[in-house]
């Protein structure tokens, strides 16, 4: 797995001066940055639109062999996934954590009136749950904004909380080139939206998914949906997408938007790495 930090630095890069550096996001600032970024309107219209999260479930509920009664969605932000899963799931338990507390005094504005929604701060690798306690825990447009190490330790949490049998549906954008823009005044070199400072593979997910106790069940590709320039292709795309999705996808794809869908093997972990009893 390539840090792009050391991408960055390394004599293969070209010929980097003394002025130029690349920028060492920090937890703190990392919760700096999404403070701002939820708080600021045009900022929060940078987000994907719902329809992509709608794609995502669409595909995944019908490969999911039970009805999940406890959902969390780690990384909630102000709750647009959240809003995508009380739709599929009117009547269970959906909880929504984010270490951004700003996003979450949105999110509990925002489904003030649903009691069965419930907010909570929390990180990947250190989330507010009992072990082996929810049946679904969702994870998009997170996993590519934390640092290696996290992202590593993410999946021996996640399986800790899942029941056994229960799924994690993450999306992930799989072998996307980097890029880096550039601040004139100060020489910091970053990813533009504290995104993708690793490279993720799907060897190196399938191998995480392995190690702690996930089983695979399928890496999932989502479809372009804007408009093509050309007129026959916009007559056609939305017949494609609409009576061959599967092929539309290949045809479309929506590059950076990938992710995969596993389901929790039967001996769950403790956080201290024991094997826990299922309740």
């Known amino acids: 797995m390539k840090f792009y930090r050391d991408l960055v630095t390394s004599p293969e890069a070209g010929t980097p001066t003394a002025k130029y550096h690349f920028h060492q996001w920090s937890p703190a600032s990392i919760k700096f940055f999404w403070d701002v970024f939820t708080e600021n309107p045009f900022t929060r219209r940078q987000f994907y639109p719902l329809v992509y999260w709608e794609d995502l479930l669409a595909w995944a509920v019908p490969r999911m062999a039970r009805v999940p009664a406890a959902i969390a969605d780690i990384g909630c932000g102000s709750g647009n996934l959240v809003e995508c899963l009380r739709r599929v799931y009117r009547n269970e338990s959906v909880y929504?954590?984010?270490?951004?507390?700003?996003?979450?005094?949105?999110?509990?504005?925002?489904?003030?009136?649903?009691?069965?929604?419930?907010?909570?701060?929390?990180?990947?690798?250190?989330?507010?749950?009992?072990?082996?306690?929810?049946?679904?825990?969702?994870?998009?447009?997170?996993?590519?904004?934390?640092?290696?190490?996290?992202?590593?330790?993410?999946?021996?949490?996640?399986?800790?909380?899942?029941?056994?049998?229960g799924y994690y549906l993450a999306s992930v954008p799989f072998d996307e080139t980097p890029a880096f823009v550039c601040c004139p005044e100060c020489g910091s070199v970053f990813t533009p939206y504290q995104h993708m400072v690793f490279e993720i593979t799907h060897e190196r997910v399938s191998d995480l998914l392995s190690k702690n106790g996930l089983e695979l069940v399928a890496f999932y590709q989502s479809m372009d949906r804007s408009e093509p320039a050309n007129a026959a292709k916009r007559v056609l795309k939305p017949l494609v997408m609409k009576w061959l999705p599967d092929l539309a996808i290949r045809i479309f794809p929506k590059h950076g938007v990938s992710g995969f869908l596993a389901r929790a093997t039967p001996k769950p972990l403790s956080r201290d790495g024991g094997a826990t009893t299922p309740r």
Do not use: M, W, Y
């Open 96 to 165: 929504g954590v984010d270490l951004s507390e700003h996003s979450l005094h949105i999110a509990r504005q925002r489904f003030r009136d649903d009691k069965g929604i419930q907010f909570q701060t929390g990180s990947l690798d250190q989330l507010p749950f009992d072990d082996v306690s929810l049946d679904l825990v969702t994870c998009t447009e997170v996993l590519e904004h934390t640092f290696p190490e996290t992202f590593d330790r993410s999946f021996a949490e996640v399986r800790r909380v899942l029941r056994p049998g």
